[in-house]
């Protein structure tokens, strides 16, 4: 099938850059097919976000969303940042970047259910259940489109009796707006050495449930950024806590991906983190009725690829322009769509030529509010690799004495490359949990409502087969186990006495991309499954 | 041939569902909604006799909310020719679906009716076979076999212990069990055409049935939780623990 532009992923890079292709389009009285494929079974199916939206790119893309009834329900009323030691919170003052006048408190998937209405009513060809699995290219090189995934394949990746290959969409250009650590996006970094000259990306695993809280004990509009406790201080990280609407309470726990101790569990510092006594009354005749998780960029200016290459650009978090600090990144995502949105347009209605390159999108970025702020907080996140403290003085400086103009950038170091052998760390004794507040990994997955068909073939592809057994066990004590936060990487007993084999429980899986990022070896590539498989997240 | 297929939109089977704090009901609030899976095996039967030729036009009728309009796209995806849309905000018992579908048959004069036996939401089991009363047609329920002859629908049924095959004159219902069929996955060009295939909406109240059920639900409430368990140093403990508090020794 051809379209003029093919999108990959329907979250709010790609449905923001559908709306406006749609836009100039019809202003300019030209038609323009534009598609976007999502691999959740629906839109918003595999979305999850804090989150604190920051309307100003839907401002700009459509200024009448109120009369139009976007999810925009609670503004955020109070913001309150804690200093966490065990036992105790410390009110600190709120950093300026962190102030959230004018924003408002949102499932940001349905947010995205929302927006793909809006792109279907201008004519875009919206397409849960079909993942993007392979890109195509021309005899040039240059991107042409890309497949979608094949179905009904036997585990050992012959046909089944149900087999309905993937179909091939031919465009002019194809935005790749994958989200953090795209899998196709991986596949162009490398094909088209888009990191040649830049830094390792690095990233955060966000880990998050909402409860639906006693009415007394619901605050909307109430927002808690929390850093310290019960992480250690050579840790990056820090928990969130949003009151919603109807008694809905977002919480939600990110550890930088950076961290050294292979005991180290993501899902387990989450759970603990429930129980600070300034967090847990929150919790208290409550009822925890989601659960998922996504890892995030943290990288910023610096890890930054190249975003345009022959036929397609990368948009989004795919290439990554969270603001850490902020914690924000879907208005920067959503912003990024509009201008790729641009760029693209412009390029489409000036040149009839295949494969050509939309390069002047960085140069557009640069003169928004994206690259500039992602320049001014690029210093902060590199500092806390010398510790929580050094880390909390060097941002204060940064932000207050500097003002984000120091003369100097730091640099990153890939987070795989971090992780320390397991002899010269401590193992952590994690509470077990308490069916309550606290919970164990399976019934937490359980609550992701995750789905794979059973049959198809395995989704986590081991480069090497006998690496886990070689490196990460003996040497980082299998890694995978703790920081999956769905339980899908598990070392299991063989026949043999002392001899364990890692069992990859696929059907799990939440789509987080935690394993293809953190695998000391980097052994792991994460690929999409079949259509419409992955977590069904009610709103996350 | 005309083949009727009356489709169910429901929350999605992978989906965990739970009582809303106040107990009135299910909370369906933003979750996966999709096409009754035993629906879904009635379209790819319905679907498979039209492709070889036996069905001349397969009609997909939901009975719902506005946005049953999705499970209807699905419906079209699979290969049906056209769908109508009752629409009602009511959740609707089956002896009002039952009545819809009545009027549906009187509009339509379809030669078989298929369907799914059960909906996986209140799982009642109940529609075909009062349907099938109503207009004082043969049914055949749980079928897991279905073969066409000449006049009339031979069904393979599953019952306790075994199979049971009925021979129905047509026009006939026929509902269907988990082995009927294994639905195919939907071709995305597919989807794409049944955009422009023709879906007709109409009310409900358009066909003049009463919606009365004589059935009120009274509340919703989730099973008791099951106890977490406890961990035992050994077997002795184990012993010690099942004999004097659980008592079961
Ligand atoms: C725990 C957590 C908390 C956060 N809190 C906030 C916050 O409070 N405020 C804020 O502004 N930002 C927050 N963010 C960041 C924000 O969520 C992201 O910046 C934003 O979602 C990025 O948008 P995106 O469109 O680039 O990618 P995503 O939102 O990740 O969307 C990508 C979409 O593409 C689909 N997809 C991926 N690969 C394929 C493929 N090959 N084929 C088909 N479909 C594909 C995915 O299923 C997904 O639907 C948070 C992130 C996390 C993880
Ligand atoms: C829509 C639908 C309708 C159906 N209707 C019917 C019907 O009417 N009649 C019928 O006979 N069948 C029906 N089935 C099929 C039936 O539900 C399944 O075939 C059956 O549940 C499969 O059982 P299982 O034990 O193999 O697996 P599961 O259902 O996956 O597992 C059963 C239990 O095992 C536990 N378990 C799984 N893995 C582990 C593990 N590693 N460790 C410990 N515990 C584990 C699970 O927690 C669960 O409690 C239906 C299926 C669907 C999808
Ligand atoms: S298998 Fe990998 S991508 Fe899937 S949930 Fe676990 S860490 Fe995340």
Known sequence: MEFDVVIVGAGPAGLAAAIRLRQQAEQAGQDLSVCVLEKGSEVGAHILSGAVFAPRALDELLPDWRERGAPLNTAVSEDQFLLLTQGRALRLPTPPQMHNQGNYIISLGNLCRWLAEQAEALGVEVLPGFPAAEVLHDEQGAVKGVATADMGRNPDGSEGPRFEPGVELHARQTLFCEGCHGSLTKTLIDRFRLREGVGPQTYGLGIKEVWEVDPTRHRPGQVIHSVGWPLDTHTYGGGFLYHLEDNRVAVGFIVGLDYENPYLSPFEEMQRFKTHPAIRPVFEGGKRIAYGARALVEGGLQGLPKLSFPGGLLVGDTAGFLDVPRIKGSDNAMKSGITAAESVFNLLTSSAAEGIEASDFRRRLDNTWVIQELHRARNIRPGFRWGFWAGLAHAAVDTYVFRGRAPWTLRHQADHERLRPARDCQPIDYPRPDGNITFDRLSSVFLSNTHHEEGQPVHLKLRDLQRPALLNLPVYEGPEARYCPAGVYEYVETGDANALRLQINAQNCVHCKTCDIKDPGQNIDWVVPQGGDGPNYPGM | ?249
Do not use: H
């Open chain 2, 1 to 249: 041939m005309k083949v009727l297929v009356p489709v169910k939109r429901v929350v999605d089977y992978t989906v965990r569902v739970r009582p809303r704090s106040d107990g009135s009901d299910v909370d369906i609030a933003n979750l996966k909604m999709s096409m009754n899976p035993f629906d879904e095996i009635a379209m790819e039967e319905a679907v498979r006799l039209r492709e070889a030729g036996v069905a001349t036009e397969v009609v997909a009728v939901s009975i719902g909310p506005a946005a049953s309009q999705d499970t209807l796209r699905t419906a079209l995806a699979f290969g049906a020719d056209r769908a109508l849309l009752l629409e009602t905000e009511e959740s609707l018992a089956p002896v009002v679906i039952s009545r819809a579908l009545a009027a549906v048959v009187g509009e339509e004069s379809p030669d078989l009716v298929l369907m799914g036996k059960q909906a996986i939401d209140d799982d009642c089991n109940q529609t075909a076979q009062m349907l099938a009363a109503r207009l004082g047609w043969g049914q055949g329920t749980f079928a897991c076999r279905l073969e066409m002859g000449d006049g009339e629908v031979i069904v393979t049924r599953e019952v306790d212990g075994g199979t049971r095959i009925v021979a129905l004159k047509l026009p006939a219902v026929v509902s269907t069990d988990l082995r009927l069929n294994e639905p195919r996955y939907i071709k995305l060009p597919n989807i794409m055409k049944a955009k422009k295939k023709p879906l007709d909406r109409r009310p409900l109240d358009s066909l003049g049935v009463d919606t009365r059920s004589g059935i009120r639900m009274v509340s919703v409430a989730e099973p008791p939780a099951r106890k977490p368990g406890v961990r035992v140093a050994d077997v002795g403990e184990l012993l010690d623990k099942l004999k004097n508090e659980a008592q079961v020794i």
